[in-house]
Structures are given as C-alpha cells and as structure tokens.
C-alpha cells in the first residue's frame, strides 16, 4: 500500500512538472515578443525623452518644449473630445447591441447579425479608412442623396473640422465594435439562466433585467473594452492622417497627438520631443487603466 502511494504521488509529481514546463513554453514566445516589442521600445523612448540629440539628460526639457508647441494643445482638445465620442458610443451601443442578440439568440437572425457586425473587423485600419473616403465624398458616394439631405454637398463639407470627431467616432465604431459585440454576446451567454430565470419569476420583464442583472454581470467586460478602447483611441492616427492626405489639407495633418509626434520625428527631426510625447500618451493611457481597475474592482472576485 505504501509502495503504490509512493508511485502515485511521484507520477503526480511528474505530471506536474510536464504541465509546468508546457505552460512556461507556451508564455515563453509571449514574453520573447512582449520584451523585443514593447518593453526595450518603451525603455528607449524613455531614454530619448529624457536627453538631447547628443545624448545629454535634459530632464523635462523635451516635454515642456513640445507642450508650448502651437499645434499642442489644440491636438490635446481633439483627442479629447474624440475619446468621450468614442467611449460613450462604444459602451452604449455595444452593450445595447449584445443584448438585443441575446435576445434573439434563439432566431436565425441572430447567427446572421453576428457575422455581419464581425465583417467590418476584418478590414485592417486604413482600408476602413479608404472605404468610408468615398462614402463620404457626394460625387461617388452610394448614399450621396441622403449626404445632400443632410446639407453636405461636397467633400470638404463633410469633413469639416466641427465635423471630424462625429466621423472618427463613426469610422472606429464601424471597424472595432464588431467584435467587442460578439465578445459581450459571450460574456452574456455565461450569465448562469438561473438567475435570469428568478428574475422572470420575480416580474422583471426585458428592460429591468438587463439594467439590474445582465449590466451588472457584464461590469468587468465592459471595463476591461472601455481601457482598451481608451488605450487606442488616445492613438489616433490612421484616420486623420489619411483624411489629411485625401483632403490635401482640409483636415490638418496635426489633428493628433500622434499626428503631432510623427511630424515632430520625420518632418521637424525632433526624435526627442516625438518621445516626450509617445510617453506622456503612455503615462495617460496607464493611469487611465488604473483609475478605471481600481474604481471599478477589475480584480475583485465575484
């Protein structure tokens, strides 16, 4: 009896063991990638952002000096307002979205609903870009009728500067929110149908127990697309800069911070301040996640 114990508990051990280096293996090519891309770039912009072009530390002297850059804060503004657009837009119709399909699980519709809300994830940024340029342009665009409806007669009407904001919002949302439906339409097919059965039984018909039941159980998810939405959204890029290029001009090629810092590298030489900037973006981003981890109770067991 002892001896056949002996051979269990060793067996386990091995098995253990054989799990452990299967997991190690496994985050071994994330941690590689995770070092080699993220990491070492962010500890070289660091480094950048703290010297000159002859590598002597100048403290904050990069940032103050792209701060009072003209374009600044005008760029700070736009992202901005672009953020709040795109959040309230994202968590609003996203979750509004998921619930709906939730709803219809059970209808063919609901199958059909899901791919097409996916399909326009499949197009990388800037052919979803490229798409919505000739939507918006009247003389080509298949909704043209409804863009003269809407007082839009020509190109640069459209893409008005009080206009831009309401655009990328739209453009981000027809790209990313697909699949940020599909995510949630999951997230709510693990809600337990017990509980969504006593809440029939008590009364609650579909609107209360989505407010009081199936938001609440959805908290996490919802947080963890709101930092990642934000983590992106501070980066906006792609849309502006190839509107700025369709537009030749129309929309600035400095609308944002990262228009700001790509124009600082490549067309004034000021890798420094295009660091100083890449970094304050960051510094951003991380509190931003932090303050939304820690008010929500991101890591709180259920």
Do not use: C
Not at 54 to 69: H, K, V
Not at 123 to 139: N, Q
Not at 187 to 193: D, S, T, V, Y
Request: hydrophobic share 55%; aromatic share 14%.
């Amino acid at each position: 009896m002892t001896l056949t114990s002996s051979r269990a508990g060793s067996a386990r051990r091995l098995s253990g063991a054989g799990q452990g280096r299967a997991g190690l293996a496994f985050v071994a090519g994330y941690a590689i990638l995770l070092v080699a891309f993220g990491v070492l770039p962010i500890g070289y912009a660091v480094y950048f952002a703290f010297t000159d072009a002859g590598g002597t530390f100048t403290g904050f002297s990069n940032f103050i000096s792209t701060a009072q850059d003209f374009r600044f804060v005008d760029a700070v503004g736009h992202v901005a307002l672009y953020l709040l657009f795109w959040l309230v837009s994202l968590v609003v119709f996203v979750v509004g979205l998921a619930l709906l399909l939730h709803r219809l699980s059970s209808a063919p519709a609901s199958k059909v609903l899901r791919f097409l809300y996916y399909i326009p994830g499949a197009l990388a940024g800037a052919a979803s870009v490229l798409v919505w340029l000739f939507m918006l342009d009247p003389t080509v665009s298949p909704v043209s009728s409804l863009l003269g409806m809407l007082g839009f007669d020509t190109f640069g009407a459209v893409i008005a500067p009080g206009n831009l904001p309401v655009l990328f919002t739209a453009i981000a949302f027809w790209t990313g929110a697909g699949g940020w439906i599909v995510v949630m339409y999951g997230a709510l097919n693990n809600i337990p149908q017990d509980v969504l059965e006593a809440a029939r039984i008590d009364g609650a018909g579909a609107w209360h127990t989505a407010w009081h039941v199936q938001i609440p159980m959805l908290r996490k998810w919802i947080v963890y697309m709101v930092i990642l939405a934000f983590a992106g959204g501070a980066q906006l890029f792609v849309e502006p800069q190839l509107l700025s290029l369709a537009s030749v001009g129309v929309a600035g090629r400095d609308y944002s911070l990262n228009q700001l810092t790509y124009d600082f590298a490549f067309q004034m030489n000021n890798i420094n301040g295009a660091a100083a900037v890449s970094m304050e973006l960051l510094v951003v981003s991380a509190a931003a996640a932090g303050i939304f981890v820690a008010r929500s109770g991101f890591f709180d067991a259920d």
